[in-house]
């Protein structure tokens, strides 16, 4: 499975972006999806996360109220949407996948290569 991630960049503070991760590999169903980020200094987190039935989702508490997590099965792309940005969510973003082989149902665990979200105040 390859993770594709797209729409980092800087924004001011106050100011939105919105991230994409496509998810590509035939062999596999993408099951459960997630965002991580990592901060210069600090460990990954987990920001959000989407279930691949329901859609449920769960958010950091750093992140509710701000930031909407979704995802298009028929496109097998997650989105993240990112609102009232600040300083403190600069770091680089992390598209998660957990994938199902169809041949085997083994499942296994995919990263993106990350995308960098700047907020300057």
């Known amino acids: 499975v390859q993770l594709v991630e797209s729409g980092g960049g800087l924004v001011q503070a106050g100011g939105s972006l919105r991230l994409s991760c496509a998810a590509s590999g035939s062999r596999f169903s993408i099951a459960d999806m997630g965002w991580y980020r990592q901060a210069p200094g600090k460990q990954r987190e987990l920001v959000a996360s989407?279930?691949?039935?329901?859609?449920?989702?769960n958010y950091a508490d750093s992140v509710k109220g701000r930031f909407t997590i979704s995802r298009d099965n028929t496109k097998n792309t997650m989105y993240l949407q990112m609102n009232s940005l600040t300083p403190e969510d600069t770091a680089v973003y992390y598209c998660?996948?957990?994938?199902?082989?169809?041949?085997?149902?083994?499942?296994?665990?995919?990263w993106g290569q990350g995308t960098q979200v700047t907020v300057s105040s």
């Open positions: 998660n996948a957990k994938a199902i082989e169809l041949r085997t149902a083994r499942l296994y665990e995919y």
């Open positions: 989407i279930t691949s039935g329901s859609g449920g989702t």
